[in-house]
């Protein structure tokens, strides 16, 4: 029922920004944790950062400070604004969502997935 796409990766150089979108069907947004992760090839899957139905936002220490969460309910689109991108950042990422739960950073507790969109950023 619950259906995730995401879509705005690319190619930058270091230093640069992309802006991710995660457009949702067969939920409202504001209703669910929505999370990012990103897997890297040979890597496992790793928590980048989430917003909970009250909008409360976590982040990876490695991303923080430089990515933003946020969502538009109207558009049922969460979206995740990288800034200052680094070549440790390239990684195929992933949006999830769960109805609710304290262990967000844990990607064995979402139940539904979108496709991945690329990221690749060159030093």
């Known amino acids: 029922q619950v259906q995730l796409v995401e879509s705005g990766g690319g190619l930058v150089r270091a230093g640069g920004s992309l802006r991710l979108s995660c457009a949702a069907s067969g939920l409202t947004v504001s209703a669910y944790l929505i999370t990012w992760f990103r897997q890297a090839p040979g890597k496992e899957r790793e928590f980048v950062a989430t917003?909970?139905?009250?909008?409360?936002?976590n982040y990876a220490d490695s991303v923080k400070g430089r990515f933003t969460i946020s969502r538009d309910n109207a558009k049922s689109t969460v979206y995740l604004q990288m800034n200052s991108l680094k070549p440790e950042d390239t990684a195929v990422y992933y949006c999830?969502?769960?109805?609710?739960?304290?262990?967000?950073?844990?990607?064995?507790?979402?139940?539904?997935w979108g496709q991945g969109t690329q990221v690749t950023v060159s030093s």
């Open positions: 999830a969502t769960e109805l609710s739960g304290q262990d967000y950073y844990d990607p064995t507790k979402y139940h539904s």
């Open positions: 917003i909970t139905m009250g909008s409360t936002t």
